[in-house]
C-alpha cells in the first residue's frame, strides 16, 4: 500500500477530473457538493471512490456522465467514449424479456438483427444467465436482475463503466458472486487488450478493497479527496482475505476519523 503520485489532468487518462467543483442552489440555499476534486484514472484501472453517506459521491458519478454540469473545473473522458453506467437499481424495462432488455442498447446502436441475437446471447453468457434470455424480470432474483443491467451496460461496449453503489440492494453472499463475476470480467478485458476502466462508488469499505486497484477517499460534504491508497493485493481476490481486510481497515480508520471530524 502506498500513496500515489498520478498527476491530475493527464491526457492520458481515460477519465480526468480537474478541479471540480459542484454548487446546487444558490444564495443562502447553496449547497457545495463537491470541492476542486482533481482525479485522474488510468486505462484498465479500476478505482472505488468511498466516503460517507451525502459527499457527493453520486454528483461526482453523474458529472462524469454528462448527466449534469460542473460549477467549475473540468471532466475529460478518454476518447470521449460515452461511459456506461449502472445504478442500485437495475432499472429494466418489466414488460421485455431478459434478452430484449440486453438487446435495447445494441438497437440503440444500430446493430442488424442476426448480429444482436448472437451479441445478446454472448452477453447473457458472460454473466451467466445464458438459460433465462426469455425470462421476465420479475421472474428473476435481486442479483440475476442486476446480471442482466450489467449485461446490458457491458452491450454499449464502452471502455468507461461508472457504477453507483451497483450491489448495495444484494445479500452478502449474491453481491461475492457478483464481486467475483465483475472481477473476472475486468480482467479478461484488460488481458484481451480492449481495457475496461472502472469507477465504482460505494460507501462500503470492504467492497472497495475487494474490488479496487485504487481506493480514493473524499470528504463529508463538501466532498474532497482526503486520501488515496493502491491496493496492492493479488487477483482474483477474496472479500475475507487478510489482505483485503488489512485495506480495509486502514482505509475505515482514516472514514471514521473524517466521520467523527463531522459529528455524525
Ligand atoms: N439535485 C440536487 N439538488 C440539490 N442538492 C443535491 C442534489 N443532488 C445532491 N444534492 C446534495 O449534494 C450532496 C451530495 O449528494 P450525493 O452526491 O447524492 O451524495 P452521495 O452519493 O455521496 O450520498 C448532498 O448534500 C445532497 O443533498
Ligand atoms: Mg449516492
Same mark, same amino acid.
Given at each position: 500500500?502506498?500513496?500515489?503520485?498520478?498527476?491530475?489532468?493527464?491526457?492520458?487518462?481515460?477519465?480526468?477530473?480537474?478541479?471540480?467543483?459542484?454548487?446546487? !442552489?444558490?444564495?443562502?440555499?447553496?449547497?457545495?457538493?463537491?470541492?476542486? $476534486?482533481?482525479?485522474?484514472?488510468?486505462?484498465?484501472?479500476?478505482?472505488?471512490?468511498?466516503?460517507?453517506?451525502?459527499?457527493?459521491?453520486?454528483?461526482?458519478?453523474?458529472?462524469?456522465?454528462?448527466?449534469?454540469? /460542473?460549477?467549475?473545473?473540468?471532466?475529460?473522458? !478518454?476518447?470521449?467514449?460515452?461511459?456506461?453506467?449502472?445504478?442500485?437499481?437495475?432499472?429494466?424495462?418489466?414488460?421485455?424479456? $431478459?434478452?430484449?432488455? /440486453?438487446?435495447?442498447?445494441?438497437?440503440?446502436?444500430?446493430?442488424?438483427?442476426?448480429?444482436?441475437?448472437?451479441?445478446?446471447?454472448?452477453?447473457?453468457?458472460?454473466?451467466?444467465?445464458?438459460?433465462?434470455?426469455?425470462?421476465?424480470?420479475?421472474?428473476?432474483?435481486?442479483?440475476?436482475?442486476?446480471?442482466?443491467?450489467?449485461?446490458?451496460?457491458?452491450?454499449?461496449?464502452?471502455? $468507461?463503466?461508472?457504477?453507483?453503489?451497483?450491489?448495495?440492494?444484494?445479500?452478502?453472499?449474491?453481491?461475492?458472486?457478483?464481486?467475483?463475476?465483475?472481477?473476472?470480467?475486468?480482467?479478461?478485458?484488460?488481458?484481451?487488450?480492449?481495457?475496461?476502466?472502472?469507477?465504482?462508488?460505494?460507501?462500503? /469499505?470492504?467492497?472497495?478493497?475487494?474490488?479496487?486497484?485504487?481506493?480514493?477517499?473524499?470528504?463529508?460534504?463538501?466532498?474532497?479527496?482526503?486520501?488515496?491508497?493502491?491496493?496492492?493485493?493479488?487477483?482474483?481476490?477474496?472479500?475475507?482475505?487478510?489482505?483485503?481486510?488489512? /485495506?480495509?481497515?486502514?482505509?475505515?480508520?482514516?472514514?471514521?476519523?473524517?466521520?467523527?471530524?463531522?459529528?455524525?
Amino acid at each position: 500500500m502506498s500513496t500515489t503520485t498520478t498527476t491530475p489532468g493527464s491526457a492520458s487518462a481515460a477519465v480526468a477530473l480537474s478541479a471540480v467543483t459542484k454548487v446546487y !442552489g444558490r444564495g443562502a440555499d447553496a449547497v457545495v457538493a463537491l470541492d476542486r $476534486v482533481s482525479l485522474d484514472v488510468a486505462p484498465g484501472e479500476f478505482v472505488c471512490l468511498v466516503g460517507a453517506s451525502g459527499c457527493g459521491k453520486s454528483t461526482l458519478l453523474n458529472l462524469v456522465a454528462g448527466l449534469d454540469t /460542473v460549477s467549475g473545473g473540468g471532466i475529460q473522458v !478518454g476518447d470521449d467514449a460515452r461511459p456506461g453506467l449502472m445504478f442500485q437499481e437495475p432499472a429494466l424495462f418489466p414488460w421485455l424479456t $431478459v434478452g430484449a432488455n /440486453v438487446e435495447v442498447p445494441l438497437k440503440l446502436r444500430g446493430l442488424p438483427a442476426a448480429d444482436r441475437k448472437a451479441r445478446v446471447a454472448e452477453l447473457l453468457d458472460t454473466v451467466h444467465l445464458g438459460d433465462f434470455a426469455r425470462r421476465r424480470p420479475h421472474e428473476l432474483s435481486g442479483g440475476m436482475r442486476q446480471r442482466v443491467a450489467l449485461a446490458r451496460t457491458l452491450a454499449l461496449d464502452t471502455p $468507461v463503466l461508472l457504477m453507483d453503489e451497483p450491489f448495495g440492494a444484494l445479500d452478502a453472499m449474491t453481491r461475492d458472486s457478483l464481486h467475483d463475476e465483475l472481477e473476472r470480467l475486468w480482467t479478461g478485458r484488460n488481458a484481451a487488450g480492449t481495457p475496461l476502466t472502472v469507477l465504482f462508488v460505494t460507501h462500503n /469499505v470492504r467492497e472497495a478493497a475487494r474490488l479496487a486497484d485504487r481506493i480514493v477517499l473524499l470528504s463529508s460534504r463538501p466532498g474532497r479527496v482526503i486520501y488515496e491508497t493502491r491496493v496492492d493485493v493479488s487477483r482474483p481476490r477474496r472479500i475475507d482475505s487478510p489482505e483485503v481486510a488489512a /485495506v480495509a481497515a486502514d482505509v475505515t480508520d482514516r472514514l471514521r476519523a473524517e466521520v467523527g471530524r463531522h459529528g455524525h
